[in-house]
């Protein structure tokens, strides 16, 4: 899965040089342009015979989606091996943690609530446990509750993954720090 990861747009590399799309982003060249990334690296990936085919299958399917909608081939559900529909959520969460020329980089738990709105683009037990590893509000992450105070996720909750256990650390409404201190939102009254 990590070397998935590693060659999902190698394709990329193939795409015409001539182009130079608006801010040197291909995704920016139109569909017809970016969407050619898939084909040329699944042939560049095809030719080196060390590589496992749910590697090379993995970088085919990674833009298809689970109610066909997808492309190259629009294949769907089962059709999109686990490896492809492993790489379609993860390719999706690093494209929405990057901003382009028509949308501004989300924050991880923004990109997450947006995947999970994309209605029958992912396998839901594959996009669980990816929320489950990742977490909702990874580990490290800054977070303003209710009451305008900043903190840092420093855990999660098992049992609520959009309520983790945070670090107070200023208050934006004085606009200075505070004494740290820990809070478990899931048994917080009003934060």
Request: hydrophobic fraction near 40%.
């Amino acid at each position: 899965a990590g070397l998935a990861g590693l060659f999902l747009d190698i394709g990329t590399n193939y795409l015409p040089a001539d182009l130079e799309p608006k801010d040197n982003d291909y995704r920016n060249a139109g569909a017809q342009i970016w969407q050619q990334h898939v084909m040329l690296g699944y042939r560049a990936l095809q030719n080196d015979d060390t590589l496992p085919q749910s590697v090379i299958d993995a970088c085919l399917q990674h833009h298809e989606r689970l109610d066909g909608g997808g492309f190259p081939h629009g294949i769907a559900g089962e059709d999109i091996g686990e490896m492809g529909r492993m790489a379609a959520i993860c390719d999706c969460f690093d494209f929405l943690l990057t901003a382009t020329n028509e949308d501004c980089a989300l924050d991880p738990a923004q990109a997450i609530r947006k995947m999970q709105t994309m209605a029958g683009a992912f396998d839901p037990d594959i996009l669980r446990k990816f929320i489950e590893a990742v977490g909702l509000y990874p580990i490290g992450s800054f977070v303003q509750l209710r009451s305008k105070k900043l903190a840092l996720v420093i855990d999660e909750d098992k049992n609520h993954n959009d309520k983790p256990v945070v670090q107070a650390f200023y208050c934006t409404e004085e606009h200075r720090q505070i004494k740290p201190f820990r809070i478990e939102l899931a048994k917080a009254a009003d934060t």
